[in-house]
């Protein structure tokens, strides 16, 4: 590796470095090129190009080429499922022992962390044949992955009401005593699903825990209700993926909207797919909910699985397909799976501003609109390292025709 493009040694733990590293020549969507310095897992200084070239006293950075990159606050995977994730061509029934879940939850969190996704959140399911088993394992992956990824879980029971919900209570308790992120699930799929939802209110307000719920939301008085229940809960609430709401008369949808705004739940939809815990209804109306003033993340939901069996697990599809098809700007699509991501996970934010932490995303092109169609070539930084590269050159052959055009190649220079 040449030393233009070394990266800072790293603990075993996990934990942040203080050495810096120095990103030369990066494009700022602004339309700034800048060097930004890197140091303690945040962001040092950003300034203009060659005036960081000294660094900190003592040493100069680890340097890392950035010409022709976009430089953007890295995106977050806020609807994912590790432990079901790359199945779909498994054969006979659903492996969960120990082993097969921890290979494809790694292999899943690797693969989102290639494309930038630098903080995940995955639901796993509890209770019923598997018990704690998934959640064991995604929990030892995400040990595994310190100092490459943040993972969190949500555990999520199938029953919490009526005689066999007793059992799925007691195991969502015990999740969170292993060490479970949020309390989950999937109201609707319970015979009281108003009685799912204030179980799992109450666990995660005794616990002082997130909340995260599948709801397909299509039915505007049982979702007013769990609106009614969820307001004002600390650390918050999130919904997903809500793609029946689309489907309702505007009028009730939007009234929906703004209760889900006045109770302060975030939104995650899957433009990329539904997944199993919730019925496939297309992607929620994002520019309403978004009109209405609630908070609207992208996830990529089921990858790979019996529900969807394509999928890339990549935040910036999820961002091109809501700009494409769903009337975004690529600005606000953007959002969807970077500030709103992490927002709906309980991170900080992110931007490219001295302060900030060190998460980020660089990616070959010009500007956003390109970099969400054209994303070949990305370096992801966590905690202010480079965990890791995707490299892409597309080459062309020689035309017979000289058209005198000169039109820009990437490709390999011939060997003089």
Known sequence: MP??????????SGQTDTAALLLCGARLTDGRTVD??????????????GSLAAGAPGALPARVDLAGHLLLPAPAEAHAHSDTALTAEDHGPLAY??????RRATEAALLQLG?????????????DVQGLDALTAVLEVRRSLRGLAELATVAMPRVLTGAAGADGLAMLRDALKMGASAVGGCPDADPDPTGYVEAV????????????????ASDPARLARLAAMAGGLRPGVTLGPCGGLGGLPSEVASRAADQLAAAGVTVVCLPQGACG?????????????????????????ALRDVSNPVGRGDPLEAAYLLASRYGLRPEEAYDTVSRAARAALGLPEVRVEAGFPAELLAVRGDGLTGA??????????????VVART?????????????????PRQGREEPS
């Open 36 to 49: 930004v310095r890197l140091g303690g897992g945040r962001i040092e200084a950003v300034g203009t190009v």
């Open 391 to 407: 490299s892409a050159v597309r080459e062309y052959c020689d035309s017979a025709a000289e058209s005198g055009l000169e039109l």
């Open 97 to 102: 022992d120990d082993r097969a879940i921890r």
């Open 372 to 385: 969400l169609s054209l994303a070949y070539s990305r370096i992801v930084i966590h905690r202010g390292r």
């Open 3 to 12: 030393d233009s493009q070394q990266q800072p040694p790293h603990s075993p």
């Open 115 to 127: 494309h930038g996704a630098t903080a995940l959140r995955s639901h796993v399911r509890v209770g």
């Open 201 to 216: 209110l109450e666990l995660a307000s005794e616990h002082g825990c997130p909340v995260d719920l599948h709801t397909d």
């Open 277 to 301: 815990s919730a019925d496939g209804r297309g992607t929620a109306p994002v520019r309403l909910l978004r009109a209405a003033g609630v908070r609207v993340a992208a996830g990529s939901g």
